[in-house]
């Protein structure tokens, strides 16, 4: 893993050039309330495979993703990694019950991220019932996807968990505004993998297979879906 060497912007005057604000956490804001909560951010990038934040670490700051992908995972006791999910712009990161990250996030590519400090973030929302309405939307979304993967990892086939992650992060991508029949994949095959809970040569041989029934087609930094029905035939089983 890189250690962490980010190149940071100034503060404030961001807001009026987001490219995710209608999904991120401040979409509740009016004009006014976006003018003050523009100060209390930065922009913060990262290069690939830099870590945006350790699992265990004390939580000082969230972070909302504006440009790219990261990957969020907890190492297990024998030293095997777990991914627990892949963070899309938009998405909302470091809010916990315990003080400490739960899980450990590095870019998958370059990474663009908001960073507010925690204390005057938590002082920002506490008389804006709006914004911390907008954060429990957020949890519940996040909470839902965690319930998804748990189905994921649980008793289904490797073709059915390749097939039901390709739909899954086209859903994801289509909410972007990206609609397409090409699916693209930043991540790594053992990304896939150790995210299904499958080894690499499984996921390897699993596309093979899909594009062999001309289910997909394997592409440059993706797939293409060939037959949706029989991907999504293949996820429902």
Known sequence: MKPSVVTIESTGHFCSDCAVRGSAVCASLDAAELRQFEHLGRRVHFASGETVFSEEDITTSFYNVLEGVMRLYKLLPDGRRQIVGFAL????????????????????????????????????????????????????????QARDHMVLLGRRSADEKVASFLLGWRERLFMLNAPSDTVSLPMSRQDIADYLGLTIETVSRTFTKLERHGAIEIIQGGVSLLDQARVEALAAA
Not at 90 to 110: C, E, K, T, V, Y
């Open 89 to 144: 712009p938009g998405d909302f990161l470091g809010m916990n019950l315990s003080g400490r990250h739960n899980f450990s996030a590095d870019a998958i590519g370059a990474v663009t991220v908001c960073q507010f400090a925690k204390g005057p973030f938590g002082r920002f929302i506490e008389d804006r019932p709006q914004l911390l309405r907008r954060i429990n939307e957020l949890a519940i979304r996040e909470l839902s």
